[in-house]
Structures are given as structure tokens and as C-alpha cells.
């Protein structure tokens, strides 16, 4: 018996709907996101134990089919029924419920799964990332990769920039390497890649403070009409190429990444693990961005994390980005051996001002950011700043 064997009586489930302005918008190929609005879920036991999770859709669906009208639907009218009132015999058995019969719709059982998470460590007494490394030894994930470093190293995501050209994002690049971030990704798209991605790494090289650089096209190429273009990102010797074909595409991404010289990384098309079992099956690309959002919460997370270790995929842990909350269960994954790449997991005030955050994360000057080891985020005094910002919603 351990932690992952606690009992857990749901005595009631709240939702929370908050905004966070961002300090400047954030442009992908598929939308752009100035507030970030999100879903908080708190799951309370009889116990007066209190869990909090994250469920960060955007408003539209350009990520991916989920939106936040869609999971605030979708926890309310069929995840919180499943859990209100209900006794669980340990976390699994819990988590378990919030799948059968539950067909997609993983932001949104991502929320409440993570929530649920949260709730174990408050009742027990043990901080995240600790009873991850339980739950991956009960997984058969071998030793040396149940170890977590207790900290993340910080790559900045920079997002198409409006109004401007890529003079601006190399002074963006720059000033962010300076600030410790340990690599840089640019968004790309059709029309806005090779000449960013040589701004940035001739401004990185010309300040003598040259990092890792990667692009990552959020599946806006099709295979068929732009290989010139993924061509010519090839030629410029990046680390990987994230996602360049749309995520249904999984035929076209399994042959591109034979047809490029530079590694294509997965992230929309992992989707869970089937799709991951997939991708190894047919040799598909070898470095994946697992992100706890995408691929339903923690537990499918530890499946995948699994996986690749076993097959000897480099990981890293992305976000969408979450607020603080969501990003709690975030950078424990990423703190842990099997993630070899610098994730885009970011401080808070990279994205929203100075104590906006729901919960603040702070980055050091070597551009890592600490696991926090709280017994659950009810320790932080989230309920008073989501009591303060947010809004109940269920």
C-alpha cells in the first residue's frame, strides 16, 4: 500500500473560469492568443482535502477540436457527475471513470484527472512529483528514469510576431538568451520560416550568446504543396522540426521524417498512447513533445512516458501554456530523467504581469525553473486568489 492505494470520496466539485491578460499577444500559425482564459477545477473530500487541476483549451478551435466553451460542457455535464458524491478505492480507479465511455475531449478530462492527482498528494501528505515516481515504478519504468532533478531548464517559445518583421523576433531571441533561457523555438508557417529562423540565429551569433533553435510549424504544411519549404528548413541545421504536417496526417509525417535530414518532433499527433505505440510500430520520428493537457492527464502522460523510454524516444515536456496551476503538473514531468530537452515551459512573467500569475513561477539566471514540493496546491492559498480573479462556473 503507498500512496497511489488512497482512498477518495468526492464531497464536491467547483469550477472556476479565469482570465489573465498576457503581456503581449502570442501568435502561432493557427490564431493568436492575447487573454488567456482557462478552466480551474477543485475537487474537495470528505476529508476536507482539496485538489485543483487545469483545463487550458483556447477559445477557438485552432489547436485543436476542444475549445473552452466545449470542455466547461463537457466537465460539467458528464466528468463532475462522475465524481460528485462518488468513492474511489485509489487514484487509478478514479481517473479510470473520467475515460469509459468519455471518447476524446482530453483537456477537459485533463482538468479534472489532474485535479484528482492534487487531491491524493493533499490527503497523503507527498508532493507531485513523488508519487510520479511511484506511479512509473508501478509501470515498470525502469530506475534510473523514475529520478527527478527537482528543477526544468527553460527554452522560450516565440510566437509570429504582428506587425513586425524578424529584426524584432531576433531582438526578442537575444534579449530572452541573455535572461537565461537554455534554447529558443520560433513558430513558424508557410511564408514566415527560413528568414526568422537566420534573423535569429545571425543576431544570436553577432551577440556571442548562440543557443539550440527549433521551429515549430503547429501543423500548418501540408506535404504536397510545401516541400520546398520544409526543404529549405531542413538546410538550416535545426535542432528538430516540431510538428510541420497537420496531426491527422500521420502517413505524411511518417514519411517526411525519412525525407528530411532534420528530426521531425510529434506534438498534436500524440495524442495518446495508441498513437504513440503507433509511431513506434512504423519507425516514426524519435523525439516527442509530451504534453499533460493533449494527452488526457497524468496517468496517459506516465503511459507515454513509458513507452518512449522503452523505445528509446527523446522526450520533453511541453505546455499550452497553462496558468501556474496547469503548469504545477507540467514541469514535474518535465523535472523527471526521461525528458532530455529543455521544455517551453516559461515563468510567469514571461506571459502575464508581475503577480498576476494564479500561481508564480520564477527562472534563475541559468534559466531553471524549481519544482515546487507542496503536498497540493491548496497549500499556496489557491482558493483565496481563485475566490479573488476567478469565476464560478459549476
Not at 499577444?25 to 482539496?50: C, K, M, N, Q, Y
Not at 487541476?53 to 477540436?65: I, L, V
Request: glycine letters at 10%; charged letters at 25%; aromatic letters at 6%.
Amino acid at each position: 500500500m503507498g500512496p497511489l492505494d488512497t482512498s477518495i470520496e468526492v464531497a464536491g466539485c467547483r469550477l472556476y473560469e479565469v482570465a489573465l491578460p498576457l503581456r503581449e499577444p502570442f501568435r502561432i500559425s493557427g490564431g493568436t492568443l492575447r487573454t488567456r482564459r482557462s478552466l480551474i477545477v477543485e475537487l474537495a473530500d470528505r476529508t476536507g482535502a482539496v485538489g485543483y487541476g487545469e483545463s487550458a483549451p483556447f477559445e477557438a478551435p485552432f489547436y485543436s477540436e476542444e475549445t473552452l466553451a466545449t470542455v466547461q460542457a463537457c466537465i460539467v455535464q458528464h466528468l463532475f457527475p462522475r465524481m460528485e458524491g462518488k468513492s474511489f478505492t485509489t487514484l487509478e480507479t478514479a481517473a479510470r471513470a473520467l475515460e469509459q465511455g468519455v471518447r476524446g475531449n482530453r483537456m477537459a478530462r485533463a482538468g479534472v484527472e489532474t485535479a484528482l492527482w492534487d487531491l491524493v498528494c493533499a490527503k497523503a501528505g507527498v508532493p507531485l512529483r513523488s508519487l510520479l515516481a511511484v506511479a512509473m515504478e508501478r509501470l515498470g519504468v525502469r530506475a534510473p528514469m523514475r529520478e527527478s532533478r527537482g528543477y526544468v531548464e527553460s527554452g522560450v517559445a516565440l510566437g509570429i510576431p504582428e506587425g513586425s518583421g524578424p529584426e524584432r523576433l531576433a531582438a526578442d531571441a537575444v534579449a530572452a538568451i541573455r535572461a537565461g533561457y537554455r534554447r529558443v523555438k520560433l513558430k513558424v508557417m508557410p511564408g514566415w520560416d527560413v528568414a526568422p529562423v537566420r534573423a535569429v540565429r545571425e543576431a544570436a551569433r553577432g551577440a556571442g550568446c548562440e543557443v539550440p533553435l527549433w521551429a515549430d510549424g503547429n501543423g500548418a504544411y501540408a506535404r504536397e504543396s510545401d516541400m520546398d519549404a520544409l526543404r529549405a528548413l531542413d538546410r538550416e541545421h535545426l535542432v528538430m522540426i516540431e510538428q510541420p504536417l497537420p496531426p491527422e496526417d500521420v502517413a505524411g509525417t511518417l514519411k517526411l521524417a525519412r525525407e528530411l535530414d532534420t528530426p521531425v518532433c510529434i506534438d498534436e499527433s500524440l495524442s495518446d498512447d495508441r498513437a504513440a505505440q503507433l509511431f513506434v510500430e512504423h519507425r516514426g520520428p524519435r523525439i516527442w513533445n509530451l504534453k499533460v493537457q493533449r494527452v488526457g492527464g497524468l496517468w496517459e502522460s506516465l503511459r507515454i512516458y513509458r513507452r518512449a523510454i522503452e523505445a528509446g524516444v527523446r522526450l520533453w515536456a511541453g505546455s499550452m501554456p497553462e496558468t501556474g496551476v496547469g503548469l504545477h503538473a507540467v514541469l514535474c514531468v518535465a523535472s523527471f530523467a526521461g525528458c532530455v530537452y529543455p521544455t517551453d515551459a516559461e515563468p510567469s512573467e514571461r506571459w502575464y504581469a508581475p503577480g498576476a500569475d494564479l500561481v508564480e513561477w520564477r527562472m534563475d539566471g541559468e534559466g531553471k525553473i524549481g519544482v515546487k514540493d507542496v503536498a497540493g496546491l491548496a497549500e499556496l492559498g489557491l482558493r483565496n486568489t481563485l475566490e479573488r480573479v476567478g469565476k464560478v462556473v459549476a
